[in-house]
């Protein structure tokens, strides 16, 4: 399937990438590329072939429920581009 | 000056350990990647890395004795080094400050290595010839005109080039094995979960594994003693007993020694005739050759690059402008501070898999894409089970040509992803593998031969190694 521009601009949108026009041009024409050489997993029998979730074969890994010591606030907030000492800044996003 | 290509860990830290001063060893290392030519260096710690070379010396002054005392290391830079600066080579994380340690490098500090710098890298680790870094692009140590390989470019040039002795590189395709066949040194990429990946930032949470580059196959046994074991912090490490250090002799003596016919197709005859020296050496070693086939191994690309561009789409959706990193100026909502911040923060290519990968998760594509893929990726682990019922270890190609020129690839993504035909498998199946050193092409220019064992058959697969390069 060809992939479009309308698709592309779509999945921009899913992965916040505020995409210009000449780079969904050329994502556009690289993804169908990409894309067309991934059709020929189709061409696979897979018919009852489990799909692998862990190639280690682990299986629900456990830990007990304690607290163990974490990153301070100050560390956390230390590498926020807007923060005011308690919280991480964002632009206002409910309107009251 | 020094040139650390005569001195390797082993030998550093027997001199350490007899009382010879790490803190001299260091210094050297620092001036040598300050006076890197290569831009495989893009962060030189003195001041810590000397800080640091005192208390190793000062432990050994206190009666201890450290696996890797005084053995100057590069970190790619995405790993994180508590309080000093970690970046992806990506503008998304310019000024970001690790706040925390990997257990990878606890582990090398804790052992008395010496953390001298940073390397560079692929933007997060996507890239087969490390061109697409935001500090630009790395010269191969050997040709200034070649690219290094990728995406661990930075790291394998450090050591090729004489710089450390010992570099940490993470591998998600063949990011660690690529590079170290294009500059010639050794490269291993452990069973998947022998190392924690604990503060390695994530790429392919399934797929990715720290190892090292060094300059001979006991450096890596010694380094994978001190990486390897169970790490509470990473519920996908094993839990098992670390590989032991020193390599068995006779690696290849009696062993069954599998080689697949169609990947000498399309290779480059230099590299062919290596794997032919290589195969013959195996012979003589004392080891029966097996034809063997992996008939699944051709999908591995394009179940690759479904399974890596999905969970890179879903991990690097923490980089949101908001938490840390690059944020944009002026956004009106948050929405466009997630999305403006994102587009100027990332570069072309990880663009790119984002995309790639939101797409393939994305409703109504996921069955034709994700699950495929994972059902295919099952079919190659079962190619490796079977073909390790034939063979105790797999010979080939590290990479089908030597060190292509820099630009040559930029333009088509898809022949860049090519480039790692031969490394991806090991990855999808978890299974170790590495790259030696096996002589040069017409040019001089480095050829690497790729070994792959069954999973935790870490230790067989170095003393393979080492039965080849005697």
Same mark, same amino acid.
């Given at each position: 399937m060809a992939l479009n521009e309308q698709t592309v601009r779509h999945v921009a949108h899913l992965a916040r990438l505020d995409l210009s026009d000449d780079e969904v041009h050329a994502m556009t024409r690289e993804l169908d590329a990409i894309v067309g050489?991934? !059709?020929?997993?189709?061409?696979?029998?897979?018919?009852?072939?489990?799909?692998?979730?862990?190639?280690? *074969? @682990?299986? &629900?890994?456990?830990?007990?429920?304690?607290?163990?010591?974490?990153?301070?606030?100050?560390?956390?907030?230390?590498?926020?581009?807007? #923060?005011?000492?308690?919280?991480?800044?964002?632009?206002?996003?409910?309107?009251? | 000056m020094t040139d650390c290509r005569k001195t390797d860990c082993q030998s550093i830290a027997a001199a350490v350990n007899a009382g010879a001063s790490a803190t001299v060893e260091v210094e050297a290392a620092l001036a040598r990647a300050e006076a890197d030519s290569t831009n495989a260096i893009i962060r030189v710690y003195r001041d810590t890395a000397l800080a640091a070379a005192k208390a190793v010396d000062a432990r050994i002054a206190a009666g201890e004795q450290l696996p890797l005392a005084g053995v100057p290391v590069v970190l790619k830079d995405n790993m994180c080094y508590q309080d000093h600066p970690v970046t992806a080579c990506s503008k998304i994380l310019a000024g970001f400050t690790a706040p925390y340690q990997a257990t990878a490098v606890t582990k090398l500090r804790d052992a008395g290595a010496v953390v001298i710098a940073a390397a560079n890298m692929d933007e997060?680790?996507?890239?087969?010839?490390? !061109?697409?870094?935001?500090? *630009?692009?790395?010269? &191969?140590?050997? =040709?200034?005109?070649?690219?290094?390989?990728?995406?661990?470019?930075?790291?394998?040039?450090?050591?090729?080039?004489?710089?450390?002795?010992?570099?940490?590189?993470?591998?998600?395709?063949?990011?660690?094995?690529?590079?170290?066949?294009?500059?010639?040194?050794?490269?291993?990429k452990p069973t998947y979960g022998c190392v924690s990946r604990y503060g390695l930032l994530a790429f392919g949470s399934s797929l990715d594994q720290i190892g090292p580059f060094t300059t001979t196959v006991e450096d890596a046994a010694l380094v994978l003693s001190v990486l390897a074991g169970h790490d509470k912090a990473d519920s996908t490490s094993a839990n098992r007993p670390a590989p032991k250090p020193g390599v068995a002799d006779q690696g290849l003596a009696g062993k069954r020694v599998g080689w697949?016919?169609?990947?000498?197709?399309?290779?480059? %005859?230099?590299?062919?005739?290596? @794997?032919?020296?290589?195969? #013959?050496? =195996?012979?003589?070693?004392?080891? !029966?050759?097996?034809?063997? %086939?992996?008939?699944?191994?051709?999908?591995?690309?394009?179940? /690759?690059?479904?399974?890596?561009? *999905? !969970?890179?789409?879903?991990?690097?959706?923490?980089?949101?402008?908001?938490?840390?990193?690059?944020?944009?100026?002026?956004?009106?909502?948050?929405?466009?501070?997630?999305?403006?911040?994102?587009?100027?923060?990332?570069?072309?290519?990880?663009?790119?898999?984002?995309?790639?990968?939101? /797409?393939? @998760?994305?409703?109504?594509? /996921?069955?034709?894409?994700?699950?495929?893929?994972?059902?295919?990726? %099952?079919?190659?682990?079962?190619?490796?089970?079977?073909?390790?019922?034939q063979c105790d270890v797999i010979l080939g190609p590290t990479s089908p040509t030597t060190a292509f020129k820099r630009g040559e690839k930029t333009s088509d993504p898809l022949q860049m992803y090519l480039s790692d035909v031969f490394t991806i498998a090991a990855n999808l199946a978890g299974i170790p593998a590495l790259s030696v050193p096996m002589g040069t092409d017409s040019q001089g220019l480095p050829i690497g031969l790729h070994l792959q064992a069954p999973q935790f058959a870490d230790e067989a697969l170095l003393a393979a190694a080492k039965a080849l390069m005697a």
């Amino acid at each position: 399937m060809a992939l479009n521009e309308q698709t592309v601009r779509h999945v921009a949108h899913l992965a916040r990438l505020d995409l210009s026009d000449d780079e969904v041009h050329a994502m556009t024409r690289e993804l169908d590329a990409i894309v067309g050489y991934v !059709e020929q997993l189709q061409e696979v029998d897979t018919t009852g072939v489990e799909a692998v979730a862990n190639v280690a *074969g @682990l299986v &629900n890994i456990t830990r007990s429920d304690e607290p163990i010591e974490m990153l301070s606030h100050e560390q956390v907030l230390r590498n926020a581009p807007k #923060a005011n000492g308690e919280a991480f800044l964002v632009p206002k996003a409910v309107e009251r | 000056m020094t040139d650390c290509r005569k001195t390797d860990c082993q030998s550093i830290a027997a001199a350490v350990n007899a009382g010879a001063s790490a803190t001299v060893e260091v210094e050297a290392a620092l001036a040598r990647a300050e006076a890197d030519s290569t831009n495989a260096i893009i962060r030189v710690y003195r001041d810590t890395a000397l800080a640091a070379a005192k208390a190793v010396d000062a432990r050994i002054a206190a009666g201890e004795q450290l696996p890797l005392a005084g053995v100057p290391v590069v970190l790619k830079d995405n790993m994180c080094y508590q309080d000093h600066p970690v970046t992806a080579c990506s503008k998304i994380l310019a000024g970001f400050t690790a706040p925390y340690q990997a257990t990878a490098v606890t582990k090398l500090r804790d052992a008395g290595a010496v953390v001298i710098a940073a390397a560079n890298m692929d933007e997060f680790a996507m890239g087969s010839s490390n !061109e697409t870094s935001c500090y *630009g692009p790395v010269s &191969n140590p050997v =040709a200034s005109d070649r690219i290094p390989g990728g995406s661990s470019g930075g790291s394998a040039a450090s050591v090729a080039g004489g710089i450390t002795p010992l570099a940490l590189g993470s591998d998600t395709g063949g990011s660690i094995r690529q590079p170290a066949s294009l500059c010639g040194c050794l490269g291993l990429k452990p069973t998947y979960g022998c190392v924690s990946r604990y503060g390695l930032l994530a790429f392919g949470s399934s797929l990715d594994q720290i190892g090292p580059f060094t300059t001979t196959v006991e450096d890596a046994a010694l380094v994978l003693s001190v990486l390897a074991g169970h790490d509470k912090a990473d519920s996908t490490s094993a839990n098992r007993p670390a590989p032991k250090p020193g390599v068995a002799d006779q690696g290849l003596a009696g062993k069954r020694v599998g080689w697949v016919p169609a990947h000498v197709e399309g290779l480059q %005859s230099d590299v062919a005739e290596a @794997l032919e020296r290589a195969k #013959a050496k =195996a012979v003589e070693a004392g080891a !029966e050759l097996v034809e063997i %086939s992996l008939p699944h191994e051709k999908y591995a690309v394009a179940v /690759y690059y479904v399974v890596a561009t *999905g !969970e890179a789409s879903s991990n690097l959706s923490r980089y949101d402008g908001v938490h840390y990193g690059h944020r944009t100026e002026g956004a009106k909502d948050l929405d466009q501070v997630y999305s403006r911040s994102r587009e100027e923060g990332f570069g072309a290519e990880v663009k790119r898999r984002i995309m790639l990968g939101t /797409y393939v @998760l994305s409703a109504g594509y /996921y069955d034709a894409y994700y699950k495929k893929a994972m059902q295919v990726r %099952s079919l190659i682990c079962k190619d490796f089970a079977t073909c390790f019922e034939q063979c105790d270890v797999i010979l080939g190609p590290t990479s089908p040509t030597t060190a292509f020129k820099r630009g040559e690839k930029t333009s088509d993504p898809l022949q860049m992803y090519l480039s790692d035909v031969f490394t991806i498998a090991a990855n999808l199946a978890g299974i170790p593998a590495l790259s030696v050193p096996m002589g040069t092409d017409s040019q001089g220019l480095p050829i690497g031969l790729h070994l792959q064992a069954p999973q935790f058959a870490d230790e067989a697969l170095l003393a393979a190694a080492k039965a080849l390069m005697a």
